[in-house]
Structure formats: structure tokens, C-alpha cells
């Protein structure tokens, strides 16, 4: 049986803490900014952690 291979989109995409939780980009950061205040936009500024129901599908992707 052959290896498997990573989830080359996965991997650009989403990445792990030290302690196995996934790190994500916040959505709505890139076109139609002069709508959105600057406080939602300085919210969505930094990373965030996707939910733990979530999480081990896209481990399991990166992971390989």
C-alpha cells in the first residue's frame, strides 16, 4: 500500500499549534473594506483556532 500523501491546499491553508489545536485565517479581510468598520476589521486582524469538532479532519489532512 502506498503512503499518503499531505493535503497540499490544507497545508497552505491551515496550520498547528504546539498543542495540536489548528490555526485559521479569519474570513471577510479581503475586498469591500471601506464598508466594514474598523473595529470589525481590527477583529478580524488576528488568527483564530478552528472548533474542536472540526479540528481532526483537517489534522488528519495535514498531518500526512
Known amino acids: 500500500m502506498g503512503k499518503v500523501k499531505t493535503h497540499k491546499a490544507s497545508a497552505k491553508r491551515f496550520s498547528l499549534t504546539a498543542t495540536g489545536k489548528v490555526k485559521i485565517n479569519h474570513c471577510n479581510r479581503r ?5 466594514k468598520t ?7 486582524r488576528g488568527g483564530a483556532t478552528m472548533s474542536e469538532s472540526m479540528a481532526p479532519i483537517y489534522r488528519t ?3 500526512k
Open 38 to 44: 474598523a473595529k470589525r476589521k481590527r477583529q478580524l
Open 31 to 35: 475586498h469591500k473594506l471601506g464598508i
Open 61 to 63: 489532512l495535514i498531518l
